[in-house]
């Protein structure tokens, strides 16, 4: 045998000079969540390890994250059930808990990078990412919200826009809205191709955003498809996304591949909430070693060809780069 690919393999220095992709803590954002009220950390059930913050909380929070080595964060807010409505008004008030913890976070966090959620769930009494008439989702309606929504997070400090809904010609409308509010610089990371899975599970409970009725199937992307992430991508690419994402991760690795392959801007994943848990619960179980789990999960987005890789696992991932 002239070739044996096990003399790369023979020892750590061998491995690692040969190794092909690596994290290091420029590749993450890191979700968290935010409730009213002060002195919160209520731990997710269905989520070990992660809590939801009171803005109190969540700025020591931070602070610590980034004395870890996170430099993004993406906040995620629970309403209060009662100022949920049909039109997610709450979504653009600017005293709103989600702004308000925006604005809090830039002043006391200026270099930390802040990608804000733009979607109407949270803030719906109908549970869904758009205006409900007769059972039906309405597009451009939902549109002016979902502008509003971006205006109030841009205002408040928000770096990069997240646009997590789903609906036809959001990132246009968003772009424009930004420009003519002098917001030029305000990023548009879009979730272009979001499939409608079963993984999100957890994150609704987290927010209590779960769909009142029905399912988001009308306007998240079959789990059968590929190529129509290539038509969201196009799209998105048109209408001025910054970054393609690509969610869940795990999944749809070969979507992140895809994109990756045919788009010249940066590709970005969402190890999503119940890809966490499934870990979590399984490494409580004794049943595989957590940490190693996370490891090989982060390195498979990334080889996969994802260059920012928004995780819960974040924190703990930067913890362990310091062991
Ligand atoms: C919807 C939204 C979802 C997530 C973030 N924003 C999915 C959904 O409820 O349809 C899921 C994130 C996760 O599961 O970690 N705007």
């Not at 992709?21 to 590749?27: S, Y």
């Not at 399984?282 to 920012?308: F, H, N, P, T, Y």
Request: hydrophobic share 40%; charged share 25%; proline share 4%.
């Amino acid at each position: 045998m002239t070739r044996r690919p096990r003399r790369n393999r023979q020892s750590e220095v061998i491995r690692n000079m040969v190794q092909e992709n690596n994290l290091t803590m420029n590749d993450f954002i890191l979700p968290v969540f935010i409730v009213e009220g002060q002195n919160q950390r209520i731990e997710i059930a269905s989520m070990p390890g992660v809590n939801r913050f009171s803005i109190d909380t969540l700025l020591e929070e931070i602070n610590s994250c980034v004395e870890l080595g996170i430099k993004a964060f993406a906040p995620f807010g629970a309403i209060p059930e009662n100022l949920k409505d049909k039109m997610a008004t709450e979504s653009h008030n600017p005293e709103g808990l989600y702004v308000r913890a925006i604005r809090e976070i830039k002043k006391n966090f200026p270099d930390v990078v802040l990608m804000t959620d733009v979607a109407m769930d949270p803030y719906s009494s109908d549970g869904h990412d758009g205006i409900v008439m007769n059972g039906e989702i309405l597009n451009d309606e939902t549109l002016e919200v979902l502008g509003k929504m971006a205006l109030a997070q841009a205002q408040a400090g928000a770096d990069i826009v997240g646009p997590s809904d789903m609906m036809d010609g959001r990132v246009g409308h968003i772009r424009k809205v930004l420009d003519v509010n002098g917001f030029q610089k305000v990023g548009i990371m879009s979730y272009t191709a979001k499939y409608a899975s079963a993984f999100y599970g957890p994150f609704r409970d987290a927010l209590d955003s779960a769909p009142k009725s029905g399912d988001k199937k009308t306007y998240q992307m079959n789990t059968a498809n590929s190529r129509e992430a290539l038509i969201e991508a196009a799209l998105d690419t048109e209408e001025g996304a910054d970054y393609l994402m690509v969610k869940p991760a795990l999944s749809y690795l070969d979507i992140i591949k895809l994109l990756r392959d045919n788009s010249n801007l940066p590709i970005a994943a969402y190890n999503i909430s119940g890809e966490y848990a499934m870990v979590k619960a399984a490494a409580q179980k004794g049943w595989i070693d957590g940490e190693k789990a996370m490891v090989e999960i982060l390195m498979s987005i990334k080889r996969a060809g994802a260059d920012i890789i928004l995780t819960y696992f974040a924190k703990e991932f930067a913890q362990y780069l310091r062991k």
